[in-house]
């Protein structure tokens, strides 16, 4: 039997009154993509900061070939061959390519010797088969691009295990389809590779061996080829889900609601025209850089369209801000909670009544807080926020938990169009399946829903109709019944695969 | 935004509590009312401004324009009463020249998005110029009575309108930081400016407002400081916008923006007054008074960082 790479033996750690791991075990083989899934707080965060040395076990102990080692910070990690990337990569923009992949490695000694520099940058770039120029700054690098130059950076450090943390959340289906060949090349020079990811379909294209962990103990590995999708959501939330997106039979669409006609935004979109019904969910499917988004901040005013018409209800509108598009009963969910979606220090009542702050004054501006905590109380139980009360920051829920307390926001505005941009990036499947039941219901109750997805299953499940956009261009509408996987790629594609556009 | 003292306020009432004991007990004129009344008179300007400088904090912006904005109210006073204008309407001129000046920053700031720092760095020296042009090198006095009066003398029994504007502007202010939709928007601008704008809010529209009240309260204590004093120079009120950041900062407030509470200004402005008028009976200088509220000022931002780098650590350990 081949010896181990990285032995995991009876790790367990506690924060506080939470075990985040109880009694964990796991073995790591070399050349192996070893893919771990799990719930949000199914423990794989802290397993990953055991792994490179973030935290260390209470108790347990972790092998390196087998070699009993105490891994004290990320940089002991690393000498013992151990290193992670993560989804948002961290390269320094104003750095070329070269100089990113050597930013840790001390081995370079005090004086620099570019033209060795380069070629080694080159010679570890090479095999994963990418093209990329080693001596062009990082600043416009694609966030595919970025990862690679991460894992070009581990690679320098001659590491044994690399650990993938959700890489291709933020990325396009022909990056993913990049990012996998990159973790084939990585096995076949004898890396093992450390997959984690909620999309249970990249782990069937790419993993040999899957392991699955549920509050923070280890439930079972097995080759890949013994597993069936459902097997695994039922190992990872330890119970059957009824299906992943249940779909409500064939909404009998409403009158038009809302109808945009040749929008544009110069420069940035051009002649996006549909119709969009009351109770209708209107997918927008496209790679990275259609501009789906660009689309949705123009209806909901925070970018305005330059050319074309919106019509809501009958009526011809302008929508110049987000106050303007609210009045008119748009909604828009973004896809950044951090950024733009949530006050993360602050509690969920004050997040949730932030869009509705007018409803709750009284005559001296004063807000109502029995009104506003009656409100918070009802979208805790209603869209079932896991939080003992709504006094908790948000910053402290799970990923699944914020995106409800988002859409309790925009609900109580009780909209009549809601923009959802990226509704499920980055949360757990069962949290998933909530959230596509909440929209599925909205829509039954008649409001008209448009979803950005960069997920083309969820796209399937959730949509009646697909709107595919390419380079800012509407190049299609399917009904459900057309849409398949293949069709809607080969349109966000385009037919000649080309190059990535020059960003 | 939920608990009545947050740590730290607790922190600083303690902190209170032992100078008053402490006070109290070197000096037994200390708890008298007169004594009550001047230890708030001596710096009275500068607590009110703060009052309104805790908004602009935590709407992570800052105001260094307001010591200017009272130098100058306090200066065109001076040049119009001597010009001959009645003092009532160099009032009213004065109050709309501060809102003019607020106007400017909030254009450049809300509108334009140039940084509070910059633009009101530029306005600090910009409108401290214009206060030295008014007066020149001289001092200019022959204020009517009834405004050294209102400046001097007890209007409700022993107390002053300034000191009664205090409290009534802190119950106004903090009702507004803590329980209005109003307050609700400046919290969340000063947490997230950008989720607040996803969220419908009109983020300039509150910056405008904070930094016209800024400027309107900064010009009112111009006058009150001219009233006080009996007489304006062109360098009046200089520097008194490090005071009055200090006072907030030292309440808890943070200087990124989003956090912060009306109870702790008020306390660090009680523990500042009352540690200056305890050195002062014990005939301490005024040097040393600075540099004892410095060192104050230092700890208030270097404690809270030892303190939750002290509970990583513990957490880290356990």
Not at chain 1, 220 to 232: F, H, Q, R, Y
Not at chain 2, 108 to 132: E, H, K
Request: net charge neutral; charged share 20%.
């Amino acid at each position: 039997m081949t010896q181990p790479v990285l032995e995991l033996i009876g790790l367990s750690k506690s924060f506080a009154a939470t075990q985040a791991l109880k009694d964990m075990s796991l073995t790591i083989l070399p050349g192996e993509v070893h893919a771990i899934v799990g719930e949000n707080g199914a423990g794989k965060s802290t397993l990953i900061k055991i792994m490179t040395g973030v935290h260390q076990p209470d108790t347990g102990t972790i092998r390196v070939e087998g070699q009993s080692v105490t891994l004290r910070s990320t940089q002991g990690a690393q000498e013992a061959g151990i290193a992670a990337i993560y989804q948002e990569p961290m390269v320094f923009p104003d750095l070329n390519v070269a100089e990113n992949i050597f930013i840790s490695n001390r081995a370079k000694g005090r004086i620099m010797r570019w033209s060795e520099i380069y070629a080694e940058a080159e010679s570890l770039i090479a095999p994963l088969g990418v093209k990329l120029d080693v001596r062009r700054a990082a600043s416009g690098l694609t966030l595919a691009e970025q990862q690679t130059v991460e894992i070009a950076r581990a690679l320098s450090l001659k590491v044994k295990v690399l650990i993938m943390d959700e890489p291709t959340a933020s990325l396009s289906a022909h990056e993913v389809a990049r990012l996998l060949d990159i973790a084939r090349a990585l096995k076949a020079q004898g890396v093992a590779v450390i997959y984690i990811s909620h999309r249970l379909d990249e782990i069937f294209r790419i993993a040999d061996r899957v392991t699955v962990i549920r509050d923070g103990q280890h439930i079972s590995t097995k080759p890949v080829a013994e597993v069936t999708e459902d097997g695994l959501v039922k190992d990872m939330v330890g119970r059957a889900l009824e299906s992943f997106a249940v779909k409500t039979a064939a909404n009998p669409h409403g009158e038009t609601l809302l109808s945009v006609k040749d929008l544009s935004r110069a420069g940035v979109f051009q002649n996006i025209t549909f119709d969009l019904h009351k109770g209708e969910v209107l997918c927008l499917a496209g790679l990275v850089g259609a501009r789906r988004t660009d689309v949705a901040l123009s209806l909901f005013g925070i970018a305005p369209a330059t050319d074309g018409s919106i019509t809501l209800a009958g009526q011809q509108v302008r929508i110049a801000t987000p106050q303007q598009a609210m009045d008119l009963g748009i909604a828009y969910v973004s896809e950044d909670r951090r950024k733009l979606g949530l006050a993360m220090p602050l509690p969920i009542f004050a997040n949730i009544s932030l869009a509705s702050l007018k409803k709750l004054l009284n005559p001296f501006g004063l807000i109502d807080r029995a009104a506003e905590s009656a409100m918070a109380e009802t979208y805790r139980k209603r869209l079932a926020i896991r939080s003992p009360d709504s006094l908790i920051e948000v910053g402290k829920l799970s990923g699944g938990n914020q995106q409800k307390v988002m859409l309790a926001k925009w609900l109580e505005t009780k909209p009549r169009v809601l923009i959802f941009d990226e509704p499920t990036r980055g949360i757990d499947v069962g949290a998933k399946a909530e959230v596509h039941a909440i929209i599925r219901q909205l829509a039954s109750e008649g409001v008209a829903i448009l979803v950005i997805s960069s997920d083309l299953p969820e796209v399937l499940a959730l949509a009646d109709r697909v709107l595919v956009m390419r380079e800012g261009r509407q190049v299609g509408i399917l009904p459900i019944e057309e849409a398949t996987q293949e069709r809607v790629i080969a349109l966000a594609a385009g037919q000649a695969t080309s190059e990535r556009p020059a960003a | 935004m939920t608990r009545f003292l947050t740590p730290w306020e607790t922190g600083l009432l303690a902190v209170f509590l032992a100078t008053l004991a402490l006070n109290a007990s070197f000096a037994p004129e200390f708890l008298t009312v007169q004594n009550q009344i001047n230890l708030f008179q001596l710096h009275i300007e500068k607590i009110i401004v703060a009052l309104v400088m805790t908004l602009v904090i935590v709407n992570a912006e800052i105001d260094l324009s307001v010591a200017s904005i009272m130098g100058l109210s306090a200066a065109l006073f001076g040049y119009l009463v001597n010009a001959g204008t009645p003092a009532g309407l160099a009032i009213l001129v004065c109050l709309a020249a501060g809102l003019v000046a607020g106007a400017v920053n909030a254009v450049l700031i809300a509108r334009v998005g140039i940084p509070s720092l910059v633009v009101t760095l530029a306005m600090l020296i910009g409108f401290r110029g214009l206060a030295r042009v008014l007066v020149k090198d001289t001092s200019l006095g022959n204020f009517p009575t009834w405004v050294t009066d209102l400046g001097q003398k007890g209007l409700i029994g022993p107390i002053p309108l300034s000191l009664l504007l205090f409290f009534a502007l802190l119950i106004l202010l903090g009702m507004t930081l803590h329980r209005s939709g109003f307050g609700r928007q400046v919290i969340v601008i000063g947490t997230n400016a950008e989720v607040a704008r996803f969220s419908g809010l009109n983020v300039a529209k509150v910056k405008t407002v904070l930094f016209l009240l800024s400027a309107l309260i900064s010009a009112l204590c111009g006058l009150l400081y001219a009233a006080r004093l009996g007489s304006v120079r062109g360098d009046t009120a200089l520097g008194f916008e490090l005071d009055i950041i200090t006072m907030v900062l030292l309440g808890g407030v943070s200087i990124f923006g989003g956090k912060g509470s009306m109870v702790g200004v008020f306390l660090s402005i009680l523990i500042i007054l009352n540690l200056r008028n305890g050195m002062g009976l014990m005939n301490l200088t005024g040097h040393i008074q600075t540099g004892v509220i410095g060192v104050l000022l230092i700890a208030s931002v270097l404690l809270p960082n030892l303190l939750a780098d002290f509970r990583a650590r513990k957490r880290k350990d356990a």
